[in-house]
């Protein structure tokens, strides 16, 4: 027992073993390029039209708990039925809700399974513990910029035969994006698992896999409004087969996405949507020169990305010169996520493509830090 305060002994064991989602915030940072989002604000006219709308939602009410008229668009632009649609507060909601819901252990096993190939989104394995699931970890390979061997695959599903797959396409951090041919082969030879699409940052790869819905029936897409230019409105969704929709909505808290998010997401969804997806392109143009120019500095490895991200290794694996290099970089007033710790990320540093102003003061950051 817990001398301090027994109610910790109460907690399940994997959860307080982990350090839980912990982002770093140093002081004097002025370029913020640690969390993936789009660098851009809405332009001032936008901003403008979104007041006028959101001062006309009465707040003494509840908000719609069935989404109806943020789901009829998202229908409409994504090509779903209605009822093959569920709105979460944010993709991490519907994270913990897909597995909150799909944890029936299979028969011989004492917990549910929980597979995801690694290293990516610290969030599948964090949910799953919180819910007393067992994650089940299927390596990719460092060296071949985080491929996905079919067999290695193959062989951990056949093996641990989890409820739910997740693959993160494209993934984060590592901005690799596994074959969608490989994800529905899987699907197809495991009818009996849930086979998961995270399309977080699916709008820079544009490669995504709601088209194969229809002859997919144990497949779900899932994705999000965050990583387009809106992450503080937290709205992701997700697309699946009516009869497995129906069971996740029975977990879902009925108001999860407040009444301004709601109406915010459906105005921004119906009349800028083509502002969002130009910002997308324009942010794939900078990630392609970023990467170019990263290719270019000594003893830096900068790994293929089809996010808007970049993830890339200085020096050799255990040096910690990519920490020292983290160090440099936040006292320039430059923020990037540091993965430099043991495991298959030891130094590696990723960076979220910013404005062309703010790659530029980034490289040359980087450029100084270096050779310090
Ligand atoms: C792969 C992946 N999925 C989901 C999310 C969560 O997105 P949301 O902001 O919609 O919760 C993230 C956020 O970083 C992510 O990287």
Known sequence: MSEIDPLLDLVR????????????HPRGIRIKLDANEMPFALPTEVRDELARELAAVELNRYPDPGHRELRAELSHQVGVGTDALLVGNGSDEIIQLLITCFAEPRKGQLRARVAYPTPTFVVFRGAALAVGCEPVEIATDPEADFALDPAVLERAVA????????FARPNNPTGTLWP?????????????MLVVS?????????D??????????????????????????????LCGRPELIAELEKVRAPY??????????????????????????????????LAAA???????????????????????????????????????????????????????LRVTIGSTDENEAFLAALGDALAA
């Open 13 to 24: 064991a994997p959860v307080r073993a982990t350090g839980g989602y912990q982002v770093p």
């Open 159 to 166: 093996d641990a035969r989890p409820n739910l797959i997740f």
């Open 256 to 289: 999860n996405v407040g009444a301004l998010n709601q109406r915010a997401a459906l105005f921004i969804l119906r009349h800028h949507r083509g502002l969002l997806l130009r910002r997308c392109a324009d942010v794939v143009v900078e990630r392609e020169r």
């Open 180 to 192: 969608s041919h490989l994800v529905a082969e899987l699907a197809r030879r495991h009818p009996d």
């Open 208 to 237: 995504g896999m709601v088209a194969m819905l229809p002859e997919l029936p144990n497949l779900l897409v899932m994705q999000t409004l965050s990583k387009v230019g809106l992450a503080g409105l937290r709205v992701g969704y």
């Open 294 to 348: 990263l290719d270019q500095m000594p003893a830096l490895r900068v790994f293929s990305s089809q996010a808007n991200l970049l993830l890339f290794r200085i020096g050799t694996p255990g040096d910690g010169r990519a920490t020292a290099v983290w160090q440099r970089l936040c006292e320039r007033g430059i923020l990037v996520r540091n993965f430099d710790r043991p495991g298959p990320l030891s130094g590696c």
């Open 198 to 206: 995270d399309e977080a940052y699916a709008a820079y790869a544009g």
